[in-house]
């Protein structure tokens, strides 16, 4: 089990910038993939950008070039700079850690998200 904990969220204009941040009670480069998911109103949780344990990254097509996913190995952080934003990236952003641990055992744990509005 990790558990996370996301910060950072707020309201903010179109165009602006936000840094979430997501705290895992594990290292962080210990974990197979740590993803960054978003809930917009009415809609299901999708995946917005993800790293794996060796550094690799993936990100949504809508947030490609305006967002950026990193890692803080010491300080077992993950963050989610997010520039230009627009009011379609409003929801709420959930960090999610998953993968197998070294005796076999799956794990997907979920942090418990933080608010992103962005006002046009």
């Known amino acids: 089990q990790v558990q996370l904990v996301e910060s950072g969220g707020g309201l903010v204009q179109a165009g602006g910038s936000l840094r979430l941040s997501c705290a895992a009670s594990k290292s962080v480069f210990s974990i197979n993939t740590i993803g960054w998911y978003c809930q917009a109103p009415g809609k299901q949780r999708e995946l917005v950008a993800s790293i794996s344990s060796s550094g690799s990254t993936n990100y949504a097509d809508s947030v490609k070039g305006r967002f950026t996913i990193s890692r803080d190995n010491a300080n077992n952080l993950v963050y989610l700079q997010m520039n230009s934003l627009r009011p379609e990236d409003t929801g709420v952003y959930y960090c999610?850690?998953?993968?197998?641990?070294?005796?076999?055992?799956?794990?997907?744990?979920w942090g418990q998200g933080t608010q992103v509005t962005v006002s046009s």
């Open positions: 999610n850690a998953a993968g197998t641990n070294w005796i076999g055992v799956s794990y997907n744990n």
